[in-house]
């Protein structure tokens, strides 16, 4: 078995309907305009404060940095409003007291998101300063150390065409890809011990996602390795049952997890555009169909949202509406489990990777047939 059943749940069949999906996104920017006190967001009960205290604001994880990006970026779409206060905010978040360094969590992601909602000269100049900094970071995994850099650098630079963040992206790049052990995974030193992940969070999938991101800005001959390199890695650590396939939480054990920080979820948004493991990914797009909807819920790190995007990540490489129909499934399932639980609880999920605002891009996704992940691949 790839996965553990009683992680899951029987996927409900509704009917895809766009209007309930425009309604949907709506209603969460506006529940999360509404719940801002001025200085952040309640914290759900569901993100155990009581054990983790609350969310730093410049996380783009779960704090206030990743909210503002989500209700930006659906309102430059034209599908929710944006807030008088959100330029405001964002710049807040960008506290120079933070200590806290990295793209997910740390200081980092809040300057991207502040150079994309409110960007001026002094802010872009402070994120190439932590740009630099977070190159120098050890744990080499995305959430919290130098890929998370690269990958900032990478998009600011598509976004702008300024140099400086390619010459960043392209150094960080180079240096990434220096670290690879002899098998072409990565080992990360985490949480006080080392590790050998492979998921997109904080392993393997995740340095690859960056380095294939980067490499329209590397030599020719690097960009060829990398991408050898990543497909056979990938093909050599995939777990297969008949048509099926995943990926275990680190290297040399048995799949368990199904969702986007480990196991098929991820290795399929990261990595979908590289052709010569399409067939592996799409068998790993089976695997999350017949494991189904995430028992623990909607949202993109552990959720419907986050295995959905797998679907359209697959549907975008292939060109097969089924897996467009895949994603749509899962979206009207999630818009009323997300309901369901705002009632429950008498308060939204206000948060980008663990809330309702990942939901909500999301289900724009499936109604722009968009399979850009929020924060990998659109961010800057």
């Known amino acids: 078995m790839l996965f553990e059943p009683d992680r899951h749940l029987e996927l409900p069949s509704r009917v895809w309907d766009e209007r309930v999906a425009r309604d949907a996104i709506a209603r969460v920017v506006d529940d999360a305009a509404r719940a801002f006190d001025g200085r952040g967001f309640p914290v759900h009960p569901l993100d155990e404060p009581e054990t983790h205290g609350p969310p730093p604001p410049t996380s783009i994880y779960w704090g206030t940095a990743g909210v503002v990006w989500a209700i930006d970026h659906l309102a430059r779409a034209g599908v929710a409003s944006a807030p008088p206060w959100l330029r405001d905010v964002a710049r807040a978040t960008c506290d120079e007291r933070s200590r806290s360094r990295g793209f997910l969590m740390g200081r980092l992601g809040a300057l991207a998101v502040a150079n994309a909602v409110a960007p001026d000269a002094e802010l872009a100049d402070a994120l190439l300063r932590e740009i630099e900094a977070c190159l120098a970071l050890p744990s080499n995994e995305l959430m919290l150390g130098a890929p998370g850099a690269v990958l900032v650098a990478t998009r600011v630079h598509a976004r702008t065409g300024d140099v400086r963040f390619a010459e960043l992206a392209r150094r960080g790049a180079v240096s990434m890809w220096s670290t690879r052990d002899a098998d072409g995974l990565f080992s990360q030193r985490l949480f006080g011990g080392a590790e050998r992940y492979l998921g997109l969070v904080h392993g393997f999938a995740g340095n690859a996602a960056v380095l294939l991101r980067a490499a329209p800005l590397l030599d020719p001959r690097v960009r060829e390795e990398i991408e ?6 990938t093909e050599r650590t995939a777990v297969r049952e008949g048509e099926l396939a995943s990926w275990p939480a680190t290297a040399g054990e048995r799949p368990r997890l ?57 549907h975008a490489a ?20 997300c309901d369901a639980t705002r009632s429950r609880y008498g308060q939204g999920r206000y948060s980008l990777w663990t809330g309702d605002l990942g939901l909500a891009c999301f289900l724009w996704g499936c109604v722009t047939e968009d399979a850009r992940f929020p924060t990998i691949d659109t961010l800057a």
């Open 228 to 233: 050898t390199s990543v497909a056979a890695a």
């Open 258 to 314: 199904m969702q986007i920080c480990h196991g098929a979820p991820g290795f399929v948004v990261g990595l979908a555009g590289l052709r010569a493991s399409l067939p592996t990914l799409s068998a790993a797009g089976a695997a999350i169909e017949r494991a189904g909807p995430l028992r623990k819920g909607t949202n993109l790190c552990h959720g419907d949202a986050g295995n959905g995007y797998a679907f359209l990540a697959l």
């Open 318 to 337: 292939t060109g097969d509406a089924t897996w467009l129909d895949r994603a749509r499934a899962f979206a009207m399932n999630a818009i009323a489990r």
